[in-house]
């Protein structure tokens, strides 16, 4: 998997300028090791800019592909308005997703799969073609989207208590991947009506006790989920077949304990009504 132009061009700023809150190597393999044993771990780039946070992305992305696999694709974190909300943000981060994390629809995790666990309710994009890069406006992005996917996402905040967590060190650490459960491809065959139905979609997300956690509609995410693939592309990110979009959150991120077991988010209104469920054990 190629890296992408954000984290080249990330590659080549840190390279050039040395910036002065742009991880060190020991800070990144710190933060590698405490991220692998699930250990609440320090932030990094607390005291930087956006630019210091992708700089430290791109050496951590590096680092972490031997433990976490290749990127596969990216990631439009807070994208709702109770997820900024809580993070104090006023527009999405972007953050990467790495092969390793897939799992499979039903799958079993550890509800302690990371330091501090938490999962939400999202969808990814699986990109079709080069012209998805081109893209101006919604109706435009699913003409170049092969399938879409019901996707549970189980990011890992890390960071210890009493740790800042702001865009800058959500950025830093690539917006907190960690685990997702991926349901079943839908193939878009019309990308005009996949347009319509992912705008009208209404998303559940519920815990194994059918307790609704949240039930929001797709345009929950600022204004329509292909609005997260236009943000990503004005962030000079250039997709490539075959690269997964996580679209980001319908509503707020819940401990494992909310879920009392698990969690299933359901997709009413796109074909079929999917749904794409994990049990916490």
């Not at 840190?14 to 990144?28: F, M, T, V």
């Not at 696999?69 to 104090?88: C, D, H, M």
């Not at 953050?95 to 550890?110: C, E, I, P």
Request: hydrophobic residues 45%.
């Amino acid at each position: 998997m190629r890296i992408g132009f954000f984290l080249l061009t990330a590659f080549v700023f840190c390279a050039g300028n040395a910036l002065a809150d742009c991880a060190s190597d020991d800070e990144i393999a710190g933060f590698v090791a405490d991220y692998i044993s699930n250990t609440p771990t320090v932030a990094l780039s607390k005291g930087g800019t956006m630019e210091d946070a992708l700089c430290t992305q791109a050496k951590l992305v590096r680092a972490m592909e031997p433990h976490m696999g290749p990127v596969i694709g990216y990631k439009a974190g807070l994208t709702s308005k109770p997820a900024q909300e809580r993070f104090n943000v006023t527009e999405p981060l972007q953050g990467v997703l790495y092969q390793n994390m897939m799992l499979r629809d039903g799958a079993v995790v550890s509800a302690n799969w990371g330091a501090r666990p938490v999962f939400e309710a999202d969808l990814i994009l699986v990109v079709g073609d080069m012209g998805i890069n081109q893209a101006q406006t919604t109706k435009e992005v699913p003409a170049h989207v092969s399938a879409v996917h019901p996707f549970i996402e189980l990011p890992d905040l890390t960071l210890a208590q009493g740790e800042l967590i702001t865009g800058v060190t959500l950025t830093a650490i690539g917006v907190a991947p960690k685990l997702g459960v991926l349901g079943a491809a839908i193939p878009v065959t019309d990308a005009e009506e996949m347009t319509d139905m992912l705008g009208k979609m209404q998303v559940s997300l519920t815990a194994a006790d059918r307790e609704v956690l949240a039930q929001v509609p797709g345009r929950a995410v600022l204004g329509h989920p292909a609005n997260s693939v236009l943000w990503l592309i004005s962030k000079g990110i250039e997709f490539a077949p075959g690269d997964m979009i996580s679209i980001g959150s319908f509503g707020p991120l819940f401990p494992p304990v909310r879920g009392k077991g698990g969690a299933i988010a359901t997709y009413a209104g796109l074909p079929g009504n999917p749904s794409v469920g994990v049990t916490f054990k």
